[in-house]
Nanobody, 123 residues
Framework: QVQLVESGGGLVQAGGSLRLSCAASGRTFSSYAMGWFRQAPEKERDLVAT????????YYVDSVKGRFTISRDNAKNTVYLQMNSLKPEDTAVYYC????????????????WGQGTQVTVSS
């Protein structure tokens, strides 16, 4: 019923920036908190950032605070992740999903994960 499509990834050098987009199809998600997750090779999928349904409240893991900004445009059913000052450690496949509150916990709501978008940061 819900399809989440991530885009915007790519190859950048350390210190560069990327903006990821997560577009929802099939239904609206304006009433849901949303989150970005990432998974590096041989690693677990980890929460990166979350945003409340209104877009007013946000949460970031310590490793990305001050560098990443999560935002949303409910009219477009789209969530964004602006990534600045990228580091090689940020290299991963990035996914989005609706999340259950609280934002700091960010438990994913949908079992159907998309393909994600690859972010590769070279040193």
């Amino acid at each position: 019923q819900v399809q989440l499509v991530e885009s915007g990834g790519g190859l950048v050098q350390a210190g560069g920036s990327l903006r990821l987009s997560c577009a929802a199809s099939g239904r609206t998600f304006s009433s849901y908190a949303m989150g970005w997750f990432r998974q590096a090779p041989e690693k677990e999928r980890d929460l990166v950032a979350t945003i409340s349904w209104s877009g007013i409240l946000t949460y970031y893991v310590d490793s990305v605070k001050g560098r990443f900004t999560i935002s949303r445009d409910n009219a477009k059913n789209t969530v964004y992740l602006q990534m600045n000052s990228l580091k090689p450690e940020d290299t991963a496949v990035y996914y989005c999903n609706a999340v259950n509150p609280p934002l700091r916990t960010g438990v994913p709501l949908y079992d159907d994960w998309g393909q994600g978008t690859q972010v590769t940061v070279s040193s």
